[in-house]
Structures are given as structure tokens and as C-alpha cells.
């Protein structure tokens, strides 16, 4: 019910990637031809609709943010949400401002590779908080494809 409501939205306002070519944020991603544009909430920013096919490289950008004016218009009691929001607690993140994570990954034929060599995982965020070696010996999330992770050098690209 939430999910068709679209309190996804209030968290996550932005779209979740786009298209990596030419310029870094490339266009093309709604063409004559392919699904149009969505004009709800938490869809309206989608840069694109698309089939994804191999070989197209794109952005996937989950984030959430806490901004006060959608918190404020989603816990008002006006609002369809609030009954599901508890605003004191909000309250407290609002501060914080919120956090988005961006991969880069080019489409395979059988899935995709991963180019981001970013710390991801809880223990690599530590491990890196704590001053501790980057890029890490071992991969702890295989399933994200990070096929550079390990190999990575600043001045050299190892492609796959």
C-alpha cells in the first residue's frame, strides 16, 4: 500500500541513475520509441525508462535523504503518510541531511560488471574509517560485481 502511496518519494526524491557515455550524466534515456516518462512521485525523476541492453553503461544511485520541507508536508496531518510517519523521529535525521551511494556498471549479456571500487559493506566502512588498507585482500560482496576491486591502481585501469 505504501509502495502505490509513494512514501518512497519523500526519502528518495532524486532518480536512480543515469546513463554514462560521452558526458558523464549522457543523455538518451527517454527516445521516440521507448516507454515515456512517469510523472508520479518517485518515478518523476527516472532518467529513463529503457530496456538496458550489453554494452550501455549507467549510474545506480540509491540514496535517502532527510529534507525538511518533504518531511514537514509528508507528517502533517493533512498528509496520507503520517499516520505511518513518526515525526519526532525524523525529527532527529534532519540534521544528518542524507547519504546516496553511486555505482558504475556496464551491461553484460549475463548481468553486469561493477567499475565502483568504493567501500560498501559495514566492515569495509570501518575497516577504512579506522585508517585501515584500500582497496582490501579480499572482496566481502563478491555479488556486487566489483571486478576491479582488488586489482585497482590509481594510475592504471585494469579493465576485465
Known amino acids: 500500500e505504501l509502495v502505490e502511496m509513494r512514501l518512497g518519494a519523500v526519502f528518495m526524491p532524486h532518480g536512480l541513475g543515469h546513463f554514462i ?7 538518451g534515456g ?4 521507448h516507454p515515456e516518462r512517469i510523472a508520479k512521485a518517485g ?6 525508462a529503457r530496456v538496458l541492453r550489453a554494452g550501455m553503461t549507467i549510474t545506480v544511485e540509491p540514496g535517502c535523504y532527510f529534507i525538511p520541507s518533504l518531511i514537514e ?5 493533512s498528509s496520507p503518510f503520517c499516520q505511518y510517519l513518526n515525526k519526532d523521529v525524523l525529527k532527529e535525521y534532519v ?3 542524507g547519504a546516496r551511494l553511486e555505482d558504475v556498471v556496464e551491461i553484460t549479456q ?3 560488471i561493477n567499475y ?7 566492515k569495509e566502512v570501518e575497516h577504512v574509517m579506522r585508517g585501515g588498507k584500500w582497496p582490501p585482500l579480499c572482496d566481502e560482496m563478491p555479488e556486487l560485481k566489483r571486478v576491479n576491486l582488488l586489482t585497482y ?3 592504471v585501469m585494469n579493465p576485465p
Do not use: M, N, Q
Open 110 to 112: 549475463d548481468g553486469c
Open 95 to 97: 540534521s544528518f541531511g
Open 30 to 33: 527517454y527516445l521516440p520509441g
Open 21 to 27: 557515455g560521452i558526458d558523464t550524466h549522457d543523455v
Open 43 to 48: 518515478l518523476k525523476s527516472l532518467r529513463t
Open 116 to 122: 565502483t571500487i568504493c567501500p560498501r559493506t559495514i
Open 73 to 77: 508536508e509528508a507528517t502533517s496531518p
Open 153 to 155: 591502481s590509481p594510475l
